[in-house]
């Protein structure tokens, strides 16, 4: 069986790091990623995608990547449960395992 996923898009803000108490490092970063299609008005519409990276993933993701870069994300799909005021919600995320910088909005507005 296989579970991965590869997809661009913009981070929609400067990616943080939070520390475990077990000292592992991670980030959640969404990513916004526009469809190939336009909808029923003309209009292009965007996913915008929760991920989670963990240890070096997450370092140099948050070292050298802010809001509006565009990025390579390679990972896997994993569902998890949630419990709202109403019960139990499923949602879905991905787990990046490689990132990709692929060019930073400063360097597009430099030009």
């Not at 299609?37 to 070292?63: R, S």
Request: aromatic fraction near 8%.
């Amino acid at each position: 069986m296989l579970n991965q996923v590869v997809f661009v898009g913009r981070l929609t803000k400067d990616p943080e790091i939070i520390t475990s108490e077990s000292g592992k490092k991670r980030t959640r970063i969404i990513v916004a990623v526009n469809r190939g299609f336009k909808n029923m008005d003309g209009i292009y519409e965007t996913d915008f995608i929760p991920c989670i990276l963990w240890n070096a993933v997450a370092e140099n993701t948050c070292e050298y990547c802010h809001k509006g870069d565009i990025i390579g994300v390679k990972g896997r799909i994993q569902t998890s449960s949630v419990e709202d005021e109403k019960g139990y919600k499923n949602y879905v995320e991905i787990i990046a395992e490689k990132i990709t910088f692929l060019s930073s909005k400063k360097q597009e507005t430099d030009d």
